[in-house]
């Protein structure tokens, strides 16, 4: 089984757990994606292989897209390690109470995303894959902000 699909299966489950309903299927795609980008920026490695799509409301897998009612259902025991679950509940603690636009509003402002949707109008269907270099620089950006961030802090005090 595809690795990404695990992963949906986890959230879908740790959502259900924590807020007592079910998680839609924009927010898992954008977590999803965050999550990617988190393991990348905290582990230099990809979370999972499997490809993103620009579709107008941010990155998607097609995967999970197709098997998005399974996955809600899905009761099998997910295989994942420590340190994969350890960067996924730290994106899911940081976006679960987001609101599902918002996310994609978020996810609109990544340079992948960005690049996967160039010669496309607004709201245009797309389905140009997010390279995983650019996801890459994606998860760079997202590091040196992090660490400006932490630097202002600290002239602050």
């Given at each position: 089984m ?5 992963i949906?299966?986890y ?6 757990d924590?807020k007592?309903?079910e998680?839609?299927?924009?927010k898992l795609?954008?977590?999803?994606y965050?999550s990617?980008k988190e393991?990348i ?5 990809f979370?999972?292989?499997?490809d993103?799509?620009?579709?107008y ?6 995967l999970?897209?197709n ?9 099998e025991?997910?295989s994942l390690k420590?340190t994969e679950?350890?960067?996924i ?7 679960k109470?987001?609101?599902s ?12 995303w960005?690049?996967s949707r160039i010669?496309?109008?607004?709201g ?13 620089i994606?998860?760079?950006r997202y590091?040196?902000?992090?660490i400006?961030?932490?630097?202002e802090?600290?002239l602050?005090?």
């Amino acid at each position: 089984m595809e690795k990404i699909l695990d992963i949906a299966k986890y959230l879908t489950k740790k959502y259900k757990d924590e807020k007592k309903e079910e998680i839609d299927e924009l927010k898992l795609h954008k977590i999803l994606y965050f999550s990617q980008k988190e393991y990348i920026m905290l582990i230099n490695d990809f979370l999972f292989e499997e490809d993103f799509e620009g579709w107008y409301l941010g990155p998607i897998n097609k995967l999970v897209r197709n098997e998005y009612e399974f996955i809600k259902f899905g009761k099998e025991d997910i295989s994942l390690k420590d340190t994969e679950k350890k960067v996924i509940d730290r994106v899911f603690d940081k976006y679960k109470d987001m609101d599902s636009y918002k996310l994609s509003d978020l996810s609109h402002k990544e340079y992948s995303w960005i690049k996967s949707r160039i010669g496309l109008k607004r709201g245009e269907i797309g389905k140009q894959k997010l390279l995983k270099e650019d996801i890459i620089i994606d998860a760079e950006r997202y590091k040196k902000q992090l660490i400006a961030d932490k630097k202002e802090k600290l002239l602050e005090i």
